[in-house]
């Protein structure tokens, strides 16, 4: 399995499935370690640095003593990873797919499986983030004007905002 293999398999045990290796994530969304390791074939504690280390979304942390492992965002399983929540910029961006257009302005952004919708600080990464639904879509998110009228935000420590779901009212297709 190649680094980026083992990444993305890091991402299922970490933000979806931790059980399909036996294991459980704490509340704070915290794996063992040392459990991990002996849990998941061709995974060492230096791998797992390097994963931590160059990972180009920097998906992942580890707790200062080393022993615990956690995804910084992008779970579908109900853990508290402790976001800051704060005042948004004036705007965000989200990038999906064509094809589900129609359905965000009628509904809004929904968060689907995942615990809030996910929104990028800019429209070159929304554009990435699109692409992986096939021809891609930006969403511009008036995200202050969204702050202002109650809603809370939140930035995972890799820099990724989180809502919980935005009212189609808040979102622009062309700017
Ligand atoms: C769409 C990746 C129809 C939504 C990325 C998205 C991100 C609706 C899809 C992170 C809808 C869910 C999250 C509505 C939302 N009708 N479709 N009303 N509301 N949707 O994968 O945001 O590489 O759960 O637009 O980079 O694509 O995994 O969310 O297209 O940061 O680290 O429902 O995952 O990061 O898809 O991606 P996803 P996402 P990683």
Redesign the pocket.
């Known amino acids: 399995m190649s680094l980026k293999e083992k990444s993305k398999f890091l991402?299922l045990i970490l933000r979806h499935k931790p059980q399909i290796v036996g294991i459980e994530l704490d509340e704070h969304g915290w794996a063992d370690v040392e459990e991990l390791i002996r849990r998941v074939k061709n995974l060492d504690l230096a791998t797992l640095e390097q994963i931590v280390a160059t990972d180009n979304?920097q998906?992942y942390s580890f707790s200062a003593d080393k022993k615990l492992i956690r995804a910084n965002q992008?779970h579908s399983i109900p853990v508290d990873v402790e976001l800051e929540e704060l005042a948004p910029p004036e705007f965000l961006y989200?990038g999906?797919?064509e094809k589900?257009s129609a359905?965000?302005k009628l509904?809004?952004?929904?968060k689907?499986?995942?615990l809030y919708v996910?929104l990028s600080s800019d429209v070159e990464t929304a554009e990435k983030?699109g692409r992986?639904?096939g021809k891609p879509k930006i969403f511009l998110v008036e995200s202050l004007k969204m702050f202002n009228d109650g809603y809370k935000f939140f930035r995972s420590v890799n820099g990724?905002w989180l809502t919980e779901h935005v009212p189609a009212k808040y979102l622009k297709e062309s700017f």
């Open positions: 991402s979304k998906r992008g989200h999906t797919g589900f359905s965000i509904q809004g952004l929904l689907k499986s995942r996910h983030v992986r639904h990724v």
